[in-house]
T-cell receptor, first 116, second 109 residues
């Protein structure tokens, strides 16, 4: 597709369940980012993948959160044993890295996660 | 990434220029100044970025001071659709983007 695709667009789950959120970046983009945004708040950085380098996981809030990126393309963010405070919009973005002149983030529409 | 500071909110009359300031006094020589905006319920959208020179595109103009310690994003003729949160980010390519709280711009009819 032409843009960053995220699925599902909405996810309702019960406290304690595990969830997986998917991100399909723009083809050819080597960098992929996950952010989350709680209601009325700014963007909180979670994790950053760049090519074959070790991901920057410094933003993951707890060990219940993990993410992987297979084949340098699709990424999955997994939240184990979800808690109500995990409710937020989870945004994925990708960028073409190599020259600063073309490193622009393109965001998906996000996944609205609601933990009951 | 350099820490940036922006006013939390601003108002602008429709049709007038919106001038959004950003301070980035700790920016390094290799860091670009990026601007994004987030319209309600959407993901952020790239607007413009620059290093030292002023930049202009179809969306906006970016004015960077000579000492690079501050910049101003200019929307020349603001419309109601420009109401959004505007983020100023100091960024070195190949690193992650860190978003601050931004400036909430309200364009008033």
């Amino acid at each position: 597709g032409a843009g960053v695709s995220q699925s599902p667009s909405n996810k309702v789950t019960e406290k304690g369940k595990d969830v997986e959120l998917r991100c399909d970046p723009i083809s050819g983009h080597t960098a992929l980012y996950w952010y989350r945004q709680s209601l009325g708040q700014g963007l909180e950085f979670l994790i950053y993948f760049q090519g074959n380098s070790a991901p920057d996981k410094s933003g993951l809030p707890s060990d219940r959160f993990s993410a992987e990126r297979t084949g340098g393309s699709v990424s999955t963010l997994t939240i184990q044993r979800t808690q109500q405070e995990d409710s937020a919009v989870y945004l994925c973005a990708s960028s073409l890295v190599g020259l600063a002149t073309n490193e622009k983030l393109f965001f998906g529409s996000g996944t609205q996660l609601s933990v009951l | 990434d350099a820490k940036t500071t922006q006013p939390p909110s601003m108002d602008c009359a429709e049709g007038r220029a919106a001038n959004l300031p950003c301070n980035h006094s700790t920016i390094s020589g290799n860091e670009y100044v990026y601007w994004y905006r987030q319209i309600h319920s959407q993901g952020p959208q790239y607007i413009i970025h620059g290093l030292k020179n002023n930049e202009t595109n179809e969306m906006a103009s970016l004015i960077i001071t000579e000492d690079r310690k501050s910049s101003t994003l200019i929307l020349p003729h603001a419309t109601l659709r420009d109401t959004a949160v505007y983020y100023c980010i100091g960024h070195n390519y190949g690193q992650n983007f860190v978003f601050g709280p931004g400036t909430r711009l309200s364009v008033l009819p």
